[in-house]
């Protein structure tokens, strides 16, 4: 079946500092990668995306890159402010579908 | 403009009754979405809809729980005699076409509490 994978735990880091979150996903076929993030309060929204291999989503500072050879899809962000802090879900829509598989997400704490 | 909203907000249920949660999707969007998310969870998929036609209910996890756009527009998701494993936030999304170009635009969730 489809599905994603995030690692495990809060990530908590200091501003400025770089920020890695880790997806990977099972899939048939070639999916569409997304990352969605939702600050305290609000409701889900969408960060970036990538619909192909090596496609890169970019939003916001934020990035991802569609690695169909590792089934990967990891976030980063160079230098993390403490609006960053979030949750974020690493989601896969598969190929002719439009429904959302989710991973758990992570959620991120950035200190001043 | 206005995003998605859903009502309740917050629902607290005993167990067996049974509830109706809300969904108001942006105007003119197409399809229309349901997810629940468990607490601690990334939300699962529960149904979809295009217009009035549902065209995907496989997420729904027991004969409970039905769905129902009427009209193309407002969505209701109703849970039948309730249990406590049905707590949880009930998501709702609405995007312009059904096409997977087109962003789901996600309303704020209505959390249901089951006594």
């Known amino acids: 079946g489809n599905s994603v994978t995030q690692m495990e735990g809060p990530v908590t880091l200091s501003e400025e500092a770089f920020l890695t979150i880790n997806c990977t996903y099972t899939?048939?076929?070639?999916?569409?990668l997304f990352w969605y993030v939702q600050y305290p309060g609000e409701g889900l929204q969408l960060l970036l995306k990538a619909t192909k291999a090596d496609d890169k989503g970019s939003n916001k500072g934020f990035e991802a890159t569609y690695r169909k050879e590792t089934t990967s899809f990891h976030l980063e962000k160079g230098s993390v402010q403490v609006s960053d802090s979030a949750v974020y879900f690493c989601a896969l829509s598969p190929y002719g579908n439009n429904r959302l598989a989710f991973g758990k997400g992570n959620q991120v704490v950035v200190i001043p | 403009g206005a995003g998605v909203s859903q009502s309740p907000r917050y629902k607290v249920a005993k167990r067996g009754q049974d509830v109706a949660l809300r969904c108001d999707p942006i105007s003119g969007h197409v399809s229309l979405f349901w997810y629940q998310q468990a607490l601690g969870q990334g939300p699962e998929f529960l149904t979809y809809?295009?217009?009035?036609?549902?065209?995907?209910k496989s997420g729904l996890p027991s004969d409970r729980f039905f769905a129902e756009r009427p009209e193309g527009s407002v969505s209701t998701l109703k849970i039948q005699r309730t249990q406590q494993e049905d707590s949880a936030v009930y998501l709702c999304a609405s995007s312009l076409d059904g096409q997977l170009s087109y962003e789901q635009y996600f309303g704020p969730g209505t959390r249901l509490t089951v006594t």
């Open positions: 809809f295009q217009n009035e036609a549902q065209l995907d």
């Open positions: 899939a048939t076929g070639y999916p569409s």
